[in-house]
Protein backbone atom coordinates (compact mmCIF):
# COMPACT_ATOMS: atom_id res chain seq x y z
CA UNK A 1 0.00 0.00 0.00
CA UNK A 2 2.92 2.84 0.66
CA UNK A 3 4.61 1.67 -2.38
CA UNK A 4 0.99 2.28 -4.32
CA UNK A 5 0.89 5.47 -2.13
CA UNK A 6 4.69 6.19 -3.54
CA UNK A 7 4.00 5.76 -6.69
CA UNK A 8 0.78 7.89 -7.38
CA UNK A 9 2.58 10.43 -5.30
CA UNK A 10 5.59 10.42 -8.28
CA UNK A 11 2.92 10.65 -11.19
CA UNK A 12 0.75 13.53 -9.34
CA UNK A 13 3.88 15.26 -9.13
CA UNK A 14 5.13 14.72 -12.29
CA UNK A 15 1.61 15.55 -14.15
CA UNK A 16 2.29 19.29 -11.83
CA UNK A 17 5.68 19.27 -13.20
CA UNK A 18 4.67 19.17 -16.52
CA UNK A 19 1.95 21.45 -16.23
CA UNK A 20 4.88 23.76 -15.24
CA UNK A 21 7.25 23.30 -17.72
CA UNK A 22 4.40 23.64 -20.57
CA UNK A 23 3.73 27.28 -18.98
CA UNK A 24 7.02 28.01 -19.58
CA UNK A 25 7.59 27.07 -22.24
CA UNK A 26 5.32 28.74 -23.99
CA UNK A 27 7.27 32.18 -23.13
CA UNK A 28 10.49 30.57 -24.09
CA UNK A 29 10.73 32.03 -27.81
CA UNK A 30 13.87 34.35 -28.67
CA UNK A 31 11.68 37.38 -29.46
CA UNK A 32 11.93 39.71 -26.69
CA UNK A 33 9.30 42.32 -27.74
CA UNK A 34 5.65 41.10 -28.31
CA UNK A 35 2.76 43.11 -29.17
CA UNK A 36 2.03 43.78 -25.31
CA UNK A 37 5.64 45.06 -24.75
CA UNK A 38 4.31 48.84 -25.75
CA UNK A 39 1.17 48.10 -23.48
CA UNK A 40 3.07 47.19 -20.15
CA UNK A 41 6.18 49.35 -20.89
CA UNK A 42 3.82 52.48 -21.06
CA UNK A 43 1.53 51.37 -18.02
CA UNK A 44 4.92 51.38 -16.00
CA UNK A 45 6.13 54.58 -16.83
CA UNK A 46 2.49 56.05 -16.42
CA UNK A 47 2.31 54.83 -12.65
CA UNK A 48 6.13 55.67 -12.48
CA UNK A 49 4.35 59.94 -13.68
CA UNK A 50 1.65 59.49 -10.99
CA UNK A 51 3.46 58.41 -8.01
CA UNK A 52 6.02 61.46 -8.53
CA UNK A 53 2.58 63.52 -9.48
CA UNK A 54 0.75 62.64 -6.56
CA UNK A 55 3.84 62.63 -3.93
CA UNK A 56 5.63 65.34 -5.74
CA UNK A 57 7.34 66.48 -1.73
CA UNK A 58 8.86 62.84 -1.76
CA UNK A 59 10.41 63.44 -5.53
CA UNK A 60 11.42 66.79 -5.27
CA UNK A 61 13.28 66.20 -1.88
CA UNK A 62 15.39 63.49 -4.03
CA UNK A 63 16.23 66.38 -6.58
CA UNK A 64 17.18 68.98 -4.34
CA UNK A 65 19.98 66.26 -3.50
CA UNK A 66 21.73 66.77 -6.45
CA UNK A 67 24.05 70.06 -7.09
CA UNK A 68 23.03 70.93 -10.63
CA UNK A 69 25.59 73.60 -10.62
CA UNK A 70 28.70 71.24 -9.79
CA UNK A 71 29.27 67.54 -10.80
CA UNK A 72 26.08 66.58 -10.40
CA UNK A 73 26.85 63.05 -11.69
CA UNK A 74 28.33 62.89 -8.64
CA UNK A 75 24.85 62.80 -6.65
CA UNK A 76 22.85 61.28 -9.56
CA UNK A 77 21.38 57.70 -7.32
CA UNK A 78 23.33 55.69 -10.58
CA UNK A 79 21.69 52.67 -8.08
CA UNK A 80 18.13 53.32 -8.46
CA UNK A 81 18.68 54.74 -12.13
CA UNK A 82 20.28 50.62 -12.83
CA UNK A 83 17.46 49.08 -10.71
CA UNK A 84 14.91 51.31 -12.71
CA UNK A 85 16.14 50.28 -16.01
CA UNK A 86 16.82 46.72 -15.30
CA UNK A 87 12.92 46.51 -14.26
CA UNK A 88 11.93 47.93 -17.71
CA UNK A 89 13.91 45.60 -19.77
CA UNK A 90 12.84 42.95 -17.90
CA UNK A 91 9.20 43.49 -17.35
CA UNK A 92 8.82 44.42 -21.37
CA UNK A 93 10.63 40.61 -22.14
CA UNK A 94 8.00 38.42 -23.54
CA UNK A 95 5.07 40.13 -22.19
CA UNK A 96 1.56 38.73 -22.22
CA UNK A 97 -1.27 40.33 -21.12
CA UNK A 98 -3.26 37.62 -20.69
CA UNK A 99 -0.47 36.00 -18.13
CA UNK A 100 0.59 39.37 -16.71
CA UNK A 101 -2.63 40.87 -15.49
CA UNK A 102 -2.25 38.32 -13.00
CA UNK A 103 1.26 38.61 -12.02
CA UNK A 104 0.41 42.46 -11.70
CA UNK A 105 -2.92 41.83 -9.42
CA UNK A 106 -1.16 38.97 -7.11
CA UNK A 107 2.16 41.63 -7.02
CA UNK A 108 -0.51 44.87 -5.54
CA UNK A 109 -2.61 42.84 -3.45
CA UNK A 110 0.25 41.05 -2.01
CA UNK A 111 2.38 44.21 -1.36
CA UNK A 112 -0.23 45.88 0.29
CA UNK A 113 -0.36 43.16 3.06
CA UNK A 114 3.16 42.71 3.43
CA UNK A 115 3.85 46.73 4.14
CA UNK A 116 0.97 46.08 6.27
CA UNK A 117 2.38 43.49 8.45
CA UNK A 118 5.51 45.18 8.45
CA UNK A 119 4.80 48.73 8.82
CA UNK A 120 2.11 48.38 11.83
CA UNK A 121 4.39 45.41 13.41
CA UNK A 122 7.29 47.92 13.33
CA UNK A 123 9.47 45.22 11.96
CA UNK A 124 10.18 48.07 9.86
CA UNK A 125 9.21 51.79 8.97
CA UNK A 126 9.66 54.63 6.19
CA UNK A 127 10.96 57.90 6.62
CA UNK A 128 7.50 59.69 5.82
CA UNK A 129 6.19 57.33 9.23
CA UNK A 130 3.38 56.10 6.99
CA UNK A 131 1.78 52.52 7.75
CA UNK A 132 1.59 51.66 4.82
CA UNK A 133 2.69 54.18 2.45
CA UNK A 134 0.87 53.80 -0.39
CA UNK A 135 3.35 55.18 -2.80
CA UNK A 136 5.36 52.39 -2.22
CA UNK A 137 2.99 49.09 -3.22
CA UNK A 138 3.06 49.93 -7.07
CA UNK A 139 6.57 48.73 -6.95
CA UNK A 140 5.70 45.19 -5.70
CA UNK A 141 3.64 44.10 -9.10
CA UNK A 142 6.47 45.72 -11.31
CA UNK A 143 8.85 43.47 -9.36
CA UNK A 144 6.88 40.38 -9.63
CA UNK A 145 6.93 40.54 -13.18
CA UNK A 146 10.66 41.26 -13.42
CA UNK A 147 10.79 37.77 -11.00
CA UNK A 148 8.57 36.19 -13.48
CA UNK A 149 10.65 37.29 -16.23
CA UNK A 150 13.90 36.07 -14.29
CA UNK A 151 12.54 33.06 -13.21
CA UNK A 152 11.91 32.10 -16.92
CA UNK A 153 15.48 33.02 -18.01
CA UNK A 154 16.70 30.84 -15.54
CA UNK A 155 14.80 28.07 -16.16
CA UNK A 156 15.72 28.35 -19.63
CA UNK A 157 19.75 28.01 -18.97
CA UNK A 158 18.95 25.76 -16.28
CA UNK A 159 17.43 23.15 -18.62
CA UNK A 160 19.75 23.52 -21.34
CA UNK A 161 22.61 22.84 -19.38
CA UNK A 162 21.70 20.10 -16.34
CA UNK A 163 20.58 16.81 -17.19
CA UNK A 164 16.79 16.42 -15.98
CA UNK A 165 17.30 13.34 -13.53
CA UNK A 166 20.09 14.82 -11.77
CA UNK A 167 18.58 18.38 -11.61
CA UNK A 168 15.56 17.48 -10.29
CA UNK A 169 17.18 15.43 -7.29
CA UNK A 170 19.10 18.52 -6.55
CA UNK A 171 16.78 20.94 -6.89
CA UNK A 172 14.63 18.89 -4.17
CA UNK A 173 17.39 18.89 -1.85
CA UNK A 174 18.10 22.56 -2.42
CA UNK A 175 13.84 23.35 -1.56
CA UNK A 176 14.36 21.57 1.45
CA UNK A 177 17.54 23.14 2.65
CA UNK A 178 16.63 26.83 1.79
CA UNK A 179 13.06 26.96 2.47
CA UNK A 180 13.61 25.44 6.13
CA UNK A 181 16.43 27.61 6.67
CA UNK A 182 14.80 30.82 5.93
CA UNK A 183 11.54 29.42 8.10
CA UNK A 184 14.16 29.41 10.63
CA UNK A 185 15.93 33.06 10.04
CA UNK A 186 12.13 34.32 9.68
CA UNK A 187 11.49 32.63 12.89
CA UNK A 188 14.65 34.71 14.76
CA UNK A 189 13.81 37.74 12.92
CA UNK A 190 9.97 38.43 13.80
CA UNK A 191 10.47 37.08 17.30
CA UNK A 192 10.26 40.47 18.63
CA UNK A 193 5.93 40.57 17.34
CA UNK A 194 4.72 37.29 18.22
CA UNK A 195 2.03 39.33 20.25
CA UNK A 196 0.92 39.96 16.81
CA UNK A 197 -2.15 38.60 14.94
CA UNK A 198 -0.46 39.90 11.72
CA UNK A 199 2.88 37.77 12.53
CA UNK A 200 0.93 34.72 13.40
CA UNK A 201 -0.60 34.96 10.39
CA UNK A 202 2.45 35.06 8.11
CA UNK A 203 4.14 32.19 9.94
CA UNK A 204 1.40 30.08 9.41
CA UNK A 205 0.94 31.24 5.87
CA UNK A 206 4.66 30.75 5.24
CA UNK A 207 5.16 27.30 7.06
CA UNK A 208 1.94 25.82 5.02
CA UNK A 209 3.65 26.91 1.93
CA UNK A 210 7.01 25.30 2.64
CA UNK A 211 5.41 21.96 4.13
CA UNK A 212 3.31 22.05 0.37
CA UNK A 213 5.54 22.34 -2.71
CA UNK A 214 3.97 21.76 -5.79
CA UNK A 215 6.98 22.51 -8.40
CA UNK A 216 9.92 21.68 -6.35
CA UNK A 217 12.02 23.58 -9.53
CA UNK A 218 9.95 26.36 -10.03
CA UNK A 219 9.51 27.09 -6.56
CA UNK A 220 13.69 26.92 -6.28
CA UNK A 221 14.24 29.14 -9.08
CA UNK A 222 11.21 31.80 -7.84
CA UNK A 223 13.16 32.19 -4.81
CA UNK A 224 16.53 33.02 -6.07
CA UNK A 225 14.73 35.04 -8.51
CA UNK A 226 12.97 37.42 -5.92
CA UNK A 227 15.62 37.07 -3.26
CA UNK A 228 18.16 38.04 -6.24
CA UNK A 229 16.31 41.24 -6.86
CA UNK A 230 15.14 41.91 -3.64
CA UNK A 231 19.00 42.16 -2.29
CA UNK A 232 19.56 45.51 -4.80
CA UNK A 233 15.85 47.04 -3.67
CA UNK A 234 16.55 46.28 -0.19
CA UNK A 235 20.52 47.83 -0.64
CA UNK A 236 18.82 50.68 -2.22
CA UNK A 237 15.99 51.55 0.00
CA UNK A 238 18.42 50.83 3.75
CA UNK A 239 21.19 52.44 2.53
CA UNK A 240 18.97 56.08 1.49
CA UNK A 241 17.20 55.32 4.65
CA UNK A 242 14.02 55.16 2.49
CA UNK A 243 13.09 52.42 4.73
CA UNK A 244 14.83 50.96 7.87
CA UNK A 245 14.85 47.53 9.83
CA UNK A 246 14.29 47.82 13.45
CA UNK A 247 17.78 45.80 13.33
CA UNK A 248 19.11 48.57 11.69
CA UNK A 249 20.60 46.42 9.05
CA UNK A 250 21.53 47.72 5.48
CA UNK A 251 20.20 45.32 4.66
CA UNK A 252 19.06 42.33 7.07
CA UNK A 253 19.17 39.37 5.39
CA UNK A 254 15.98 38.30 6.46
CA UNK A 255 14.47 41.04 4.60
CA UNK A 256 16.29 39.80 1.42
CA UNK A 257 15.39 36.50 1.59
CA UNK A 258 11.65 37.12 2.89
CA UNK A 259 11.37 38.48 -1.15
CA UNK A 260 12.45 35.04 -2.00
CA UNK A 261 9.28 34.06 0.20
CA UNK A 262 7.33 36.62 -1.23
CA UNK A 263 7.41 35.97 -4.87
CA UNK A 264 7.40 32.22 -4.11
CA UNK A 265 3.67 33.17 -2.22
CA UNK A 266 2.72 35.26 -5.32
CA UNK A 267 3.36 32.29 -7.53
CA UNK A 268 1.53 30.06 -5.76
CA UNK A 269 -1.68 32.52 -4.99
CA UNK A 270 -1.65 33.22 -9.05
CA UNK A 271 -1.88 29.15 -9.37
CA UNK A 272 -4.99 29.13 -7.12
CA UNK A 273 -6.61 32.10 -8.49
CA UNK A 274 -6.07 29.89 -11.80
CA UNK A 275 -7.56 26.96 -10.30
CA UNK A 276 -10.59 28.98 -8.96
CA UNK A 277 -11.22 30.67 -12.24
CA UNK A 278 -11.39 28.11 -14.24
CA UNK A 279 -13.35 26.01 -11.99
CA UNK A 280 -16.12 28.86 -12.14
CA UNK A 281 -15.87 28.57 -15.91
CA UNK A 282 -17.25 25.36 -15.85
CA UNK A 283 -20.66 26.73 -14.62
CA UNK A 284 -20.33 30.47 -15.70
CA UNK A 285 -18.77 30.89 -19.92
CA UNK A 286 -16.22 33.51 -18.37
CA UNK A 287 -12.68 33.44 -20.36
CA UNK A 288 -10.03 30.80 -19.24
CA UNK A 289 -7.03 31.36 -17.75
CA UNK A 290 -3.66 30.90 -19.49
Given at each position: ???????????????V?????????????????????????????????????????????????????????L????????I????????????????????????????????????????W????????????????????????????????????????????????????????S????????????????????????????????????H??????????????????????????????????????????????????????I?????????????????
Amino acid sequence: MENTDHKNGEKTQKKVNLIHDADLSKSTSFSVWTRDSSVLLGGFFLTVFLVAYFWWPLAKSELTEIDWDGPWWLDIDWLLIGIFAFMSFTIIARANLKTDVLLVFVGFCGGLAIEAWGTQTNLWFYYTSERPPLWIIPAWPIANLSIDRITRTLDFFLKKFSKERDMEKTLKVSYWVIFVSFMALMFFFVAPTFDKSYTIFSLVLCTAITLTPTNYRHAVLVFLAGAGLGYFLELWGTTRRCWTYYTFATPPLFAVLAHGMASVAFWRAALIIKIIWNRLRTLIPIPRLK
